[in-house]
């Protein structure tokens, strides 16, 4: 007899073999107990799931012989075997009509189809369509199954599958019963190939089942499938050097000798497994993929030990590096890494940003930072020297020399004296760098008293006595293109391009949808249509999201205009909103320091000290929008 393959040998034959699918066995169950039966479902999900399956299952309960009972004598147990149960799972049963529609798409294939329908079974007790991927039928096809599919005939059953549901009309959904099958997780996955692997009698490791089970990516036909690749792939075992060679996946053991490097905080070792990596040409996006992936592990094995995964053999090890990490160093190693990942696509090439990624990692890693105790202890002056122990011994023995070779400050004058002392906290948190600078000022020479000031204490206080503040002048009166009238629509009820200027802010628009609009140039107003000249170097922003939103802001006006947009030059006479923002922005600017140079105590604080002022750090006021 030939090789049968796993998926078809392990197929599911009976609602009590189903795996995974518990909420849809459950309905269909109870449906067939009750009687409670519909005439036609749908059994939706990705690929391998199990939807070609169920509909054999239901139609194996509707037709069996053996285990029916009642009126009807459906059952939700078939005996499999029965001529009935035996036919379908063999293919044979001429009462379950199963259609192929990515094959059969035309409204001709459908009617020919259906002119059998009012026809009784010939050998069941019901006759079943079971129709594939029913979302490749045509408009026609459709529609020429409806009326059927609403009012079959009692002794008829629909099963439609489809993997794509939301191409179905909504008239053919409304008459479905529908059931969504769900994605297999990686451990149902396992489960389920690690007692057919025990049936089997096929040696296997537990990390490469999960291997297999990611790479199904939740449809078990293809797990089973990935399965007999192994099994031939490893010479009748199903190894996890084998399944990783096969599948083209990086060798787990170099994620977890990088992560072993940023538990040493050994950057000499972090390079090198890098350089090792290199050597095997990895998909470097994908090495940052599965470290961050171990750090979630990790974060998981410190507040929720029992809840690690074994999914690559490795608990024993995870638990063991969870325990070398700090709870904060895990948080900002996933966080460096996630961003890291975003920024590979700017990286000049991938090893580099993985590199810097991880060297990023330790870059910004807390050194010399204790945790805090479970009770305030009394801190001391040596705290901060201290809490810096691992820093070099050479930096040590200058701070020491430096210390031991000051003199004796002099005594403070009375007044500091009458000053609270600092707080603990405050002296604790003092480094060798502050006792460095203290003891700097401590040998700085004095100044001698003997010598001239460059300044005058008369200068000084002439210069620091105010002088009354000059009367503000009137401001100027707004220009007539910044100041919206009361009735933004003009006499002829239309916009023209200084309107626009003058009311754009009042539109209240925001986002990319302002910076769009606020490159544009009204080009014309016909009263039903406002079309926008739009600067080519900003096109790949237009949407048409921003035209309905511009849309409402302009009826919020009184304006109920449909928008387009006209990719063209603009206009060199005319502004845009955005130019007119900038210029406005540089004419305050040039008034603000126009201002600063006219201002006597500037000019005072000039010629004493000879000042000067810097243009460029002059921010002017921002310009309220109406």
């Not at 904060?328 to 890291?340: M, P, V």
Request: aromatic share 4%; charged share 20%.
């Amino acid at each position: 007899m030939s090789y049968q393959v796993l998926a078809r040998k392990w197929r599911p034959r009976t609602f009590h073999e189903l795996v995974g699918q518990a909420h849809v066995q459950r309905a269909l169950v109870n449906a067939l107990d009750q009687g409670r039966l519909h005439h036609a479902y749908l059994f939706t999900g990705t690929r391998g799931v199990g939807k070609t399956t169920l509909a054999r299952i239901l139609a194996k309960c509707l037709n069996c012989t053996a285990n029916g009972r009642g009126d009807e004598g459906i059952t939700s147990t078939p005996c499999g075997q029965c001529d009935s149960c035996q036919a379908i799972d063999e293919g044979r049963f001429v009462d379950l009509i199963e259609v192929d529609a990515a094959s059969r798409t035309k409204v001709e294939d459908t009617r020919e189809l259906l002119d059998n329908v009012q026809y009784a079974p010939t050998q069941g007790r019901y006759k079943v369509y079971l129709i594939d991927e029913v979302h490749m039928l045509s408009t026609s096809s459709f529609n020429a199954l409806l009326k059927t599919l609403e009012e079959p005939p009692p002794h008829v059953k629909f099963l439609l599958a489809t993997t794509d549901p939301q191409k179905l009309p909504a008239t053919v959904l409304s008459r479905c019963l529908q059931f969504t099958l769900k994605h297999m997780p990686p451990e149902r996955v396992v489960e389920h190939l690690t007692f057919v692997l025990g049936q089997e009698g096929v040696d296997y490791d537990e990390s490469a089942l999960w291997l297999l089970g990611k790479a199904a990516e939740g449809s078990m036909r293809d797990a089973m499938s990935l399965t007999d690749q192994a099994i031939a792939f490893g010479q009748g075992a199903v190894r996890h050097a084998d399944v990783a060679a096969m599948l083209g996946t990086l060798d787990h053991r170099h994620v977890l000798a990088l992560v072993d490097a940023l538990a040493d905080v050994d950057v000499q070792k972090l390079l090198a497994e890098v350089a090792q990596l290199a050597e095997q040409g990895p998909d470097f996006a994908a090495v940052l993929d599965e470290l961050t992936a171990i750090l979630h592990r990790l974060a998981v094995a410190q507040m929720v030990p029992d809840a690690v995964d074994n999914s690559h053999g490795d608990r024993a090890q995870i638990q063991q590096l969870a325990s070398r990490f700090t709870a904060e160093d895990i948080q900002l190693y996933y966080q460096i890494g996630i961003q890291g990942r975003g920024d590979m696509v700017h990286a000049p090439d991938l090893r580099s940003a993985l590199e810097m990624t991880l060297l990023r990692m330790l870059a910004f890693r807390p050194q010399g930072v204790p945790k805090p105790p479970a009770t305030p202890l009394p801190l001391r002056r040596e705290t901060a020297a201290e809490a810096s122990a691992p820093a070099d011994a050479a930096t040590d023995t200058v701070y020491s020399v430096d210390e031991s070779s000051a003199k004796k400050p002099e005594p403070v004058p009375a007044a500091a004296e009458d000053e609270p002392p600092a707080p603990a906290e405050v002296q604790a948190a003092t480094s060798p760098n502050d006792t460095h600078v203290e003891v700097a000022e401590q040998h700085r020479p004095e100044l001698s008293s003997e010598a001239p000031p460059p300044w005058s204490l008369e200068d000084v206080e002439s210069a620091a006595t105010l002088s009354p503040e000059p009367e503000p002048e009137p401001p100027a009166p707004p220009s007539t293109a910044m100041t919206p009238s009361a009735d933004p629509v003009s006499e002829h009820g239309r916009w023209d391009h200084a309107a626009w200027l003058a009311h754009f802010d009042a539109l209240g628009l925001g986002g990319l949808t302002r910076n769009l609009a606020a490159h544009c140039q009204l080009q014309s107003d016909d009263g039903q249509t406002v079309i926008l000249r739009l600067d080519p170097s900003q096109s790949a922003m237009q949407a048409d999201v921003h035209n309905g939103r511009i849309e409402r802001a302009l009826k919020a006006l009184g304006m109920a205009r449909n928008v387009q947009f006209s990719v063209a030059e603009l206009d060199t006479a005319l502004e845009t909103p955005r130019q007119q923002e900038e210029r406005q922005q540089q004419e305050r600017h040039a008034q603000a320091v126009d201002l600063l140079h006219h201002d006597p105590n500037i000019q005072k604080l000039q010629q004493a000290f000879g000042a000067t002022l810097i243009e460029s750090s002059v921010k002017p006021t921002p310009a309220s929008r109406s």
